[in-house]
């Protein structure tokens, strides 16, 4: 059985999904020598794991900033088609293991890409105040629908606490430690 968690009013939950906290661990032994120039970047949640590697720094001198983003660009999108299809094996490999989608990104420079990320659909119930946020959003121009303005307000909150949501996750991670290492009530 995978890792349970809060299964109280309002908590998280984790079905019986494998733990993924080795998949930083197994896609740096898994992947190529040579793909990235350190260890990827490997972030998990309960749907996906997305990967994502610096490639090796240009060495061509480029006129402009404009110029060097597009050749960073390039360069990504070469990476992209070159490695599709290892990259499909491993992810799928990883998907059997973790039970969650892959998605894949790469980075250079100053820029990056992600690579066909998986969007979930999220339910939720909002009252009337909440939703005449959503609303206004819309009308403002800011977002094109409801669905779209409560992602940019996700963003943005995740933009300005990353600090208070790591903190949280780090105590989230304790509480379901001590609670697996508890009697088993069921």
């Known amino acids: 059985m995978g890792r349970g968690g809060w299964k109280?009013?309002?908590?998280?939950?984790?079905?019986?999904?494998?733990?993924?906290?080795?998949?930083?661990?197994?896609?740096?032994?898994?992947?190529?020598?040579?793909?990235?120039?350190?260890?990827?970047?490997v972030t998990v949640d309960r749907e996906e794991i997305v990967i994502v590697g610096e490639l090796q720094p240009l060495t061509a001198d480029h006129a402009d900033a404009a110029a060097r983003a597009a050749a960073?660009?390039?360069?990504?999108?070469?990476?992209?088609?070159?490695?599709?299809?290892?990259?499909?094996?491993?992810?799928?490999?990883?998907?059997?293991?973790?039970?969650?989608?892959?998605?894949?990104?790469?980075?250079?420079?100053?820029?990056?890409?992600l690579f066909t990320t998986h969007s979930a659909p999220v339910m939720t119930r909002l009252r009337q105040p909440e939703r005449l946020v959503l609303d206004t959003l819309v009308d403002a121009g800011v977002a094109r629908s409801r669905s779209e303005a409560l992602a940019w307000a996700v963003r943005l909150v995740g933009e300005h606490a990353d600090a208070w949501l790591a903190e949280l996750r780090e105590a989230m991670t304790k509480v379901d430690d001590l609670r697996s290492q508890g009697p088993d009530l069921s």
Request: hydrophobic letters at 30%; glycine letters at 14%.
């Open 72 to 113: 960073e660009d390039g360069r990504i999108s070469r990476f992209r088609e070159e490695t599709r299809d290892e990259r499909i094996e491993i992810a799928r490999q990883a998907e059997h293991r973790y039970q969650r989608k892959v998605a894949w990104g790469a980075s250079l420079g100053g820029t990056r890409h």
């Open 8 to 41: 109280g009013r309002g908590g998280w939950q984790q079905a019986d999904i494998p733990s993924a906290d080795d998949a930083a661990a197994w896609f740096g032994g898994r992947l190529p020598e040579g793909w990235f120039t350190g260890d990827p970047e």
